[in-house]
């Protein structure tokens, strides 16, 4: 298995606080990914990353952004969280374009 | 507008069958293609990929077929086993440039014993 954690596993949170979901790998793949799954929606592209600094916005990116410092980091933040970001999120890995993606575990959201 | 689209939200099968999932496309610059298994509270595993310079990939019990053309791709498992009970998800690249993929909404199969 790629060598994908993420931090934390569950969190349950208040509308309006900021949160934040760290995605860490130790494979040193460049490329690196934050979706959200929902009922009825699969997994949807929230931003990714092509390497350190240099990240770019998916098809749900509003309300989110991304940071990465480290190759091997790769943080998701939801400034002011609200209910419909209640959700599971997933972070993957990939060596490069193209290639296949490898997932973490995911972080099961809620925003009470 | 979904540009993936898993149409069957469900799907169940006797072990030893073949189990066939689907998944349709609408964006004709799509050229790469991944197909997931996810298990409960885990996340998605990659399990066989195409690219749109072949008709078939094959790994083992799994076999993904591509039609162009039709703008279809499908996922053959042969024989099934219950550990493949699980939902797939189909994901497609390679569009406008960028190297995104899209997922369908996932095919829940049921691998019955």
């Known amino acids: 298995d790629a060598g994908i954690t993420q931090s934390p596993r569950h969190k349950v949170t208040e509308t309006g606080t900021p949160v934040t979901l760290r995605c860490h790998q130790t494979?040193?793949?460049?490329?690196m990914y934050w979706y959200r799954q929902d009922p009825g929606h699969g997994l949807r592209l929230i931003h990714y990353s092509y390497g350190v600094k240099d990240t770019d916005k998916g098809e749900v990116s509003d309300g989110y952004s991304v940071s990465r410092s480290k190759t091997e980091d790769f943080l998701l933040t939801l400034e002011s969280a609200t209910s419909s970001q209640t959700s599971v999120y997933f972070c993957a890995i990939s060596e490069s374009i193209l290639n296949e993606q490898f997932f973490g575990p995911g972080t099961r959201l809620t925003v009470l | 507008d979904q540009q993936v689209k898993q149409n069957s939200p469900s799907l169940s099968v006797q072990e030893g069958r073949i189990s066939i999932l689907n998944c349709d496309y609408t964006n004709s610059m799509f050229d790469y293609f991944l197909w997931y298994k996810k298990y409960p509270a885990e996340g998605p595993t990659f399990l066989i990929s195409?690219?749109?310079?072949?008709d078939k990939n094959e790994d083992g019990r799994f076999t993904v077929f591509l039609n162009k053309s039709a703008k279809h791709l499908s996922l053959h498992i042969v024989p099934s086993q219950p550990g493949d009970s699980a939902v797939y998800f189909c994901a497609a690249g390679g569009a406008s440039g960028t190297y995104k993929y899209i997922f369908g909404t996932g095919t829940r199969l049921k691998v019955l014993a």
């Open positions: 195409i690219s749109s310079i072949k």
């Open positions: 494979e040193n793949h460049r490329y």
